[in-house]
């Protein structure tokens, strides 16, 4: 119950596109879904987070999906560019407890 | 934003020896901390939760007495790896909140590269 499932494993995607990973869960106690960035050899940097309340939220070319009855939330990346080649993480959290990572996506796009 | 710092950056050392490994919230006070290792490829595991002036808490799996963890402060927190061995070589990560709910999301450090020869 304290999984997060993340899809796909690895994504390529064209400069200029849209790059979309999802993530699933099953603890509903789950109240905060951060998405992380990771560049080789660096530790993850927090790149947006949403709460269950909403079913969306935007922060630049990045949105969050959020459907609370699936389960489901999901990261969009528009107009993807080759410095968004990163692996992303996304997490949920029960307040109080730990955060739970997803296995990771590893984006690459291509110029 | 909130700036967590993590020393060393790289480190090598022979198998038999102890390595510590900082981390310090640069910019707000860290109740609590946590340390992760991260395969090559591989999503980040983690190894214990750090709260400040009491002992941490290990996941299960995790030797307590190989991995020294101490939360002396509310902004330092160190990781020691003890009697080093290769299948120790690994990417340690930590990271720090600043308290529980939304306003406290997790900050990670920039990770340690521990290889062990």
Known sequence: QQQVKQSPQSLIVQKGGISIINCAYENTAFDYFPWYQQFPGKGPALLIAIRPDVSEKKEGRFTISFNKSAKQFSLHIMDSQPGDSATYFCAAYNYGQNFVFGPGTRLSVLP | ?117
């Open chain 2, 1 to 117: 934003g909130a700036v967590v710092s993590q020393h060393p950056s790289r480190v090598i050392c022979k198998s038999g020896t102890s390595v510590k490994i900082e981390c310090r919230s640069l910019d707000f006070q860290a109740t609590t901390m946590f340390w992760y290792r991260q395969f090559p490829k591989q999503s980040l595991m983690l190894m214990a939760t750090s709260n400040e002036g009491s002992k941490a808490t290990y996941e299960q799996g995790v030797e307590k007495d190989k991995f020294l963890i101490n939360h002396a402060s509310l902004t330092l927190s160190t990781l020691t790896v003890t009697s080093a061995h290769p299948e120790d070589s690994s990417f340690y990560i930590c990271s720090a909140s600043g308290g529980t709910g939304y306003n406290s999301p997790l900050h990670f450090g920039n990770g340690t590269r521990l290889t062990v020869t």
